[in-house]
């Protein structure tokens, strides 16, 4: 891009130099996504980490380099709109027939909107609407194996699709052939099966591999059909049979972290999973295959075809009022928006910059089913006449510093969305006994797993915890989280004297990084039958000694996992 070149000649060389970049971020992409075969194989967990890591610094460090460039090159006409709407068209041309059409386009927004610091969206120098991959004659991104012979011969050659060094591949196809059995005999009567699909490469995520695929039977029927592969130091064996939505639906969860699997028609295999998960936002497909920029593309397009098809407005969300966010949602639609106060009420000592650092901390974090991947948006603009009075009023009051209300628009410059979920507080009011004790049981967990991957939360508030359609307790407050290894987990000293005892404050010294196990369940605001629930399964997260061992582990470099279905769906072992 030279500023002395013809307005056309410069769009061409700009959008060739973003074409360009956009090979570039995929070839390193892809290469880093290759790597994690190998780091299953040798049981390099730490190096799958790594990696996992590098990918996600990838895009924006492109992307940077990008815009760099066109500062240099095209000086004061970097913002000449006359030549972005050629360099979009020609762009277009460039990338027209690529299987990965659409994440080229978001690529092309992601370095406009750095230029422009667009508000909203900018239909000239933006690509809107979906633009789907070409079909590729005869591209398949998965393997078919037809049911010709008895259900465990069929179950022995998906084994072999990849092959893994497996410690006894008889004993794993006895296993899974059985889990399969159990799955039809449950339907009450015997289906014929036809065939069975699995994606042509592994999932790899954590310290796991994923076979993805589907049970073809008789009238157009199918099963998911996901084989959860651990490698121990005898081989790899087949921990688990997932064949049900819900529990592949889990798998590819909007609070875990994402899979490394190498694929080139992604388009392709978001089809195939959505014929296995068809519940599931498209956003969080590609969002689960590490393709997060396009994830929150799809995702804000849905938010503007919502807002098309309906006359909803955003209201305040139900639930306590966040000291440091203010929450709203459409009652309609299934994401909440949260945007940062200008002040924090007492005690709340955080800073905007602090909460947005807790918020990058949890992306670039292992989730372990149990954070929220929260997409966060610069500069949304939304018509006024979508809020309610009293967000509005909200809005104005407690976070001016960031939000722009006029006569016609109300304009975010910065906000997250997440999936909306039922506040565990509210969920227990309403719910029965039995699943009253179930989320109380499904807390505890939710804090186990998030100690297991070196996560305190900080405030463990009912109200700060949500319930799933599945049942399942997600932690969604991030501005007290921190790691684990950063806190200081104190037993309580014993009071000296009865004047100790009756004390108000402490008698003893307290740093602001200590924490008292001991006192946790006294401010949960649970009820007495909750609290016997809670102590009957999680007692020893009242202890100093349970969060100092894990802290051991963590400091010591073990990589611990957490899977992501419960124990009871564990294959036998020998």
Known sequence: ???????????????????????????????????????????????????????????????EHLVEGAHRAMGERVRDRSVWTRMRAAYAGLIAGRPDVELAETFFNSFSRQIFDTVGVDTQIEFV????????????????????????????????????????????????????????????????????????????????????????????????????????????????????????????????????VGIDHVGKVIEFLMALMPRKPVAELYNSLGYNKHGKTELYRDLLKHLARTSERFEIAPGDRGMVMIVFAMPGHGLVFKVIRDRFAYPKTATRAHVKQRYQLVFRHDRAGRLIDAQEFEHLEFDRARFSDELLEELAAEAAGSVRIDAETVAFDHVYTERRLVPLNLYLRAATPEQARRAVVEYGRAIRDLAVTNIFPGDLLLKNFGVTRHGR??????????????????????????????????????????????????????????????????????????????????????????????????????
């Open 473 to 574: 307790v997600i932690f969604y407050d991030y501005d007290e989280l921190s790691l684990l290894t950063e806190c200081r987990f104190r037993d309580l000293p014993p009071p000296s004297d009865s004047d100790d005892e009756m004390r108000g404050e402490p008698w003893f010294y307290v740093d602001e990084r200590d924490i008292f196990p001991e006192e946790f369940l006294q401010f949960l605001g649970m009820t007495p039958e909750q609290r016997e629930w809670f102590l009957a399964e999680h007692a020893d997260l009242l202890t100093a000694r349970y969060w100092r061992d894990l802290q051991e582990r963590h400091r010591a470099g073990e990589v611990l996992d957490v899977a992501p279905y419960p124990p009871s769906k564990r294959l036998p072992r020998g």
């Open 129 to 260: 609407r979906r633009e789907k991959a070409k079909p590729f004659g005869g591209v398949s991104v998965y393997k078919t194996f037809p049911a010709r012979g008895s259900l465990r011969e069929l179950v022995r050659q998906v084994l072999d699709h990849p092959a893994y060094p497996y410690e006894d591949v008889e004993r794993c196809a006895e296993l899974v052939t059985a889990a399969i059995g159990r799955a039809f005999s449950a339907r009450g009567r015997q289906p014929v099966l036809e065939a069975i699909e699995i994606i042509d490469k592994g999932f790899y995520r954590g310290r796991s591999a994923y076979m993805v695929g589907r049970i073809l039977l008789e009238g157009d029927r199918l099963m998911p059909l996901v084989l959860a592969l651990v490698h121990g130091p005898e081989g790899v064996r087949v921990d688990a049979v997932l064949l049900t939505e819900d529990e592949v639906s889990i798998l590819f969860s909007f609070t875990r972290s994402y899979f490394r």
């Open 1 to 63: 891009m030279s500023p002395t070149r013809p307005p056309s000649s410069e769009a061409e060389r700009g959008a060739r130099a973003v074409h360009r970049a956009f090979e570039l971020y995929q070839r390193r992409f892809h290469r880093i996504t290759h790597g994690a075969r190998a780091h299953f194989l040798n049981r390099d967990w730490k190096a799958a980490r790594r990696d996992a890591l590098r990918r996600l610094d990838l895009y924006p460090r492109i992307v």
